[in-house]
């Protein structure tokens, strides 16, 4: 008996899209409250004149399908036929077995042949030769709209690269902002807007930076929990912490790690894979030493393990910083710096119990906490992110420098008790003497360790303690983004 039949096709369309029946959407299919990810998705999706297919690309379990379902649920609420409207998965094992548009021929012989019509593609990068029917798609058939999913976006990358340019637009998801995650909890705060961008803090009065803190200043008994569960919606939600730690190794990293990337790139011995990412969780917020790390793992060859890295990176697991120059000197030797896509990935991949109570893994924790939320602010306008590291003598390193058109915003993390700061750091000694800096931020751990540093800098150099960073760029993202 055939497996793949039309009707069998057909049965499966039918329980992905619950609304050719009734006209309405399950209410457990969508949630409230609407990441920014939504809209620039809705934007771009909806555009009447600059029309682009959308592919959403993010880690498992960030909230691509909940999005997806947002949308569907917007345009049901204005009226779209329903029928017009197809959701497929291509993560369902029957669907792997047929092309795309086998697919869409079913689906328009049996269901709607409109001319116009709102496709949603769940995890697309399953779907054999996807990038080249989307190029069919967009340009054979003007009046259709496409969102598209994928938690591995090496290909998505590469398809948008080849087929995709003028076509489609890969929009990255990253797990929760802690903005975010306070809005999914209702936990408000009394900030209010009171400036355009992060640099402005800078500018502000000693009367209005008090304000902010005092406004945000009960957001600081969250943010641990944010730091143990990450940015995934549904973990966010749980209230079992140690399950949702078990969730993230199992659903978030062994997928990816053992049938994901695999499976794109023909990888036969995915265990090599996982003890590349465990010794990058090891050794996550340094600076990644190629030659020592293959040596450390038996001698795996290099060229591997740097295959692996990017695969990792593209998978979503994990960000690279590349060194930037801050002094004029020029970089020989671009050796990155390894950050984990959440802190909590690192945690529960390490399984490590206490982390509140050992101050060196709440550095590293918030490290990459700030570096994650510098990405997906400033990636929005396309801006470079490294680190900067002195050569010669003693080796000295601002933990990272966001380029911006107008000069280079430098960022240390000093996420202790009692922080120490002296004249001779590199993020003091740099906004002295370094003509391409626009500002200085130290983000530091007590609420009330905030305010300009008395130094004789070229540009101010504010302390603010990592919850409210991170509280206020999370916030100013919205604002940026969502509601523009």
Known sequence: MAIVTPDN?????????????????????????KRIAYYEAMK???????????????????????????????????????????????????????????????????????????????????????GNWLKVYYDTKPNWRVVATGSASPVLVQGASESGVGRWTVLHVPTLSFYEYCELLNIESKLTEIVNDILELNR??????????????????????????????????????????????????????????????????????????????????????????????????????????????????????YPVSLDGKQILKAKPKIYIADAAIRSAVLMLDNVLFEPEEMGIMVETTVYKHLVSYYNRVRAKIGYYRKTGGTQKEVDAVVELPQGKVLFEVKYRENPVIKESDAIIEMSKNSSEAVGSFIITKKAEDYGKLPVDAKVPVMRIPAFAFLYILGYLEKIKFACN
């Not at 649920?73 to 669907?95: A, V």
């Open 204 to 321: 502000l009065s000693k009367y209005e930076i008090n304000n902010i803190m005092n406004a945000v200043s009960p957001l600081q008994r969250y943010f641990n929990r944010y730091l143990i569960v990450g940015g995934f919606p549904e973990l966010a939600l749980s209230k079992d912490d140690f399950f949702a730690q078990r969730i993230l190794r199992e659903d978030v990293v062994d997928k990816v790690l053992k049938r994901d990337i695999p499976s794109l790139f023909n990888i036969r011995n995915a265990s090599v894979l996982e003890k590349v990412f465990l010794y990058l969780c090891f050794n996550s917020s340094n600076i990644i030493n190629i030659s020592t790390m293959s040596k450390e793992l038996d001698n795996i060859p290099s060229a591997t393990l740097s295959n692996y890295i990017e695969y990792l990176e593209r998978a979503n697991l994990i960000y690279i910083s």
């Open 44 to 130: 771009m999706f909806v555009h009447p004149e600059l029309r682009r297919f959308v592919i959403l690309s993010g880690a498992r379990r960030v909230g691509k399908t909940t999005i997806l379902y947002q949308i569907i649920e917007t345009l049901l609420k204005k009226g779209i036929e329903p029928r017009k409207i197809i959701y497929i998965s291509f993560d369902h094992p029957l669907l792997k077995f047929c092309s795309l548009d086998d697919i869409i021929e079913i689906y328009e012989t049996n269901i709607s042949s409109s001319e116009d019509a709102y496709l949603f593609f769940d995890e697309i990068q399953y779907a054999p030769d996807w």
């Open 9 to 33: 096709i057909l049965k499966l369309l039918y329980s992905y899209n619950p609304w050719w029946r009734n006209g309405k959407i399950p209410g457990d299919f969508v949630k409230p409250v």
